[in-house]
C-alpha cells in the first residue's frame, strides 16, 4: 500500500458521523431503555441508562470506519437514530 492510500481520505467525515451522530444514537437508545425498563428501580434505571451511552457511543464511533465512504456512515447513523427516536412516539409515550 502505497503511502497517500494509507489514509482514507474520507476520516473527516466518517469521525465527525461517529461522533455526532452517533452520541445522538446512544442518547436515544438510553432513553428507549429507559422507557421499556420502566419496571426497574429508578436507582438502578437511571445507573444502567447512564452507563450504557458510552459503549453505545464508542461502538458507533469506532464502526463508522467499516463504511465505504463519510456518506454512507451518516446515512445509516442518521437512519439508526430516526428508527431510535421514532420508536416512542408511535407508541403514544410523546
Given amino acids: 500500500m502505497s503511502a497517500s492510500r494509507a489514509v482514507d481520505r474520507n476520516w473527516l467525515a466518517k469521525t465527525l458521523a461517529g461522533i455526532l451522530a452517533g452520541f445522538t444514537l446512544a442518547i436515544g437508545c438510553s432513553g428507549l431503555f429507559v422507557w421499556l425498563a420502566a419496571d426497574l428501580p429508578l436507582p ?26 463519510g456518506m454512507h456512515a451518516w446515512g445509516w447513523l442518521l ?3 430516526l428508527l431510535v427516536f421514532s420508536i416512542p412516539p408511535l407508541f403514544g409515550l410523546f
Avoid at 56 to 61: E, N, P, Q, S, V
Fill in 44 to 69: 438502578v434505571r437511571g445507573q444502567l441508562a447512564m452507563w450504557m451511552v458510552a459503549p453505545i457511543w464508542m461502538g458507533a464511533l469506532s464502526g463508522v470506519y467499516f463504511f465505504r465512504s
Fill in 79 to 81: 437512519v439508526a437514530n
